[in-house]
């Protein structure tokens, strides 16, 4: 019992090795595909699931939940119509490999569709077009170590190419769920997004000039533009998920992001035999000062968030020797952007 303590509370301490979000920190780090929530219970959730989540799904939002998985295989497949019609496509499967603990690997892709070319001598486009592929390919484990203890950790893989130019990341995950004994009170930690620093490079950075103050006539020289390199979204997630009634769960996240303004999440998600229905909200939690000359507006605005209200719902019916888990979430805008839904199909062979 001492060593279920000891692991829990280690990765708790975690939130000291983190700087408090602030809003001067926004947009300081790239690759945003990584902050695209999947999973339709996790998007329902607003990711106050960190906790509870398990399957395939706990490979983006807490890696330790691989180990709820516990018999047999689970696949799934969804796709969420974002902001500025872009598609994610989202994939994986997990394995139980019984007492060694549980394998799990997804794949998640952007789909921009063709996006106008567009050069200082064609400012409204050259009648050609192109395609940003982006990427993250992720791989995990986790295991049981008790009736209440969950630990996991994944690796993965970032890739974001533009044309002839690309730039490829590393990142771990580490996770923790602690269900107490006596208790309908289950704590979840994850970190997130740890990893190495990206920056573009290829070819589409070549440039040839003709150097300044240079005689009349002097060719051209050819260089590379060196881009600067950029952060992962690295965030620490603190969660507690109390039952209050069998089939009514009321959950909180508390996430420490090092991109952004932290924020604090309030979910509840209802269970009805084969179904479930959850809804969340999220606020933005920040100690900055309002700088001189800001307008309370535009002070709001900035310190804000962009999500409002989150909700969905989710069935599970027998085909065959098979269950099969459909499921629909939503996700609110407050402003500039779209809502965005997600739709989600997952078979438990």
């Avoid at 209200?309 to 065959?320: F, Q």
């Amino acid at each position: 019992m001492k060593n279920t303590f000891k692991i829990f509370l280690g990765c708790a301490v975690l939130v000291s090795a983190l700087t408090a979000g602030t809003v001067r920190s926004q947009g300081t780090a790239g690759a945003s595909q990584l902050l695209i929530p999947v999973g339709t219970e996790t998007v329902a959730l607003s990711g106050t699931n960190v906790g509870t989540v398990a399957g395939v799904d706990a490979l983006y939002t807490n890696v330790a939940g691989l180990a709820r998985h516990n018999s047999g295989i689970q696949g799934t497949v969804s796709t969420t119509t974002y902001i500025a019609d872009i598609d994610v496509m989202y994939a994986g499967m997990v394995v139980a490999m019984g007492e060694t603990g549980t394998f799990g690997m997804t794949i998640k892709s952007l789909d921009f569709g063709d996006i106008p070319k567009t050069t200082a001598f064609a400012p409204e486009g050259d009648g050609q077009t192109f395609s940003p592929s982006f990427f993250t390919a992720t791989a995990g484990f986790a295991r049981a170590f008790s009736d209440r203890v969950n630990v996991g950790f994944s690796g993965k893989i970032i890739s974001e190419t533009i044309e002839e130019t690309t730039a490829t990341g590393l990142a771990i995950d580490v996770g923790v769920q602690y269900r107490f004994p006596n208790q309908p009170l289950t704590f979840g930690v994850a970190m997130k997004n740890v990893g190495s620093r990206m920056h573009y490079d290829g070819i589409n950075l070549d440039m040839d000039m003709v150097p300044g103050d240079s005689e009349s006539g002097s060719s051209a020289e050819s260089f590379r533009i060196i881009a600067d390199n950029f952060a992962l979204p690295t965030s620490l997630d603190l969660s507690a998920t109390y039952s209050v009634l069998n089939n009514l769960d009321v959950s909180a996240t508390f996430t420490n992001h090092s991109y952004q303004t932290n924020s604090l999440a309030f979910g509840a998600k209802y269970m009805l035999g084969s179904s479930w229905f959850g809804a969340a909200t999220t606020m933005a939690i920040g100690d900055d000062d309002q700088p001189t000359g800001v307008s309370d507006a535009d002070w709001d605005e900035w310190s804000g968030t962009f999500w409002g209200v989150s909700m969905g719902a989710g069935v599970s019916v027998p085909v065959g020797d098979y269950m099969m888990h459909v499921s629909y979430a939503m996700r609110t805008a407050n402003e500039y952007f779209d809502d965005h839904s997600t739709m989600q199909v997952t078979f438990d062979f």
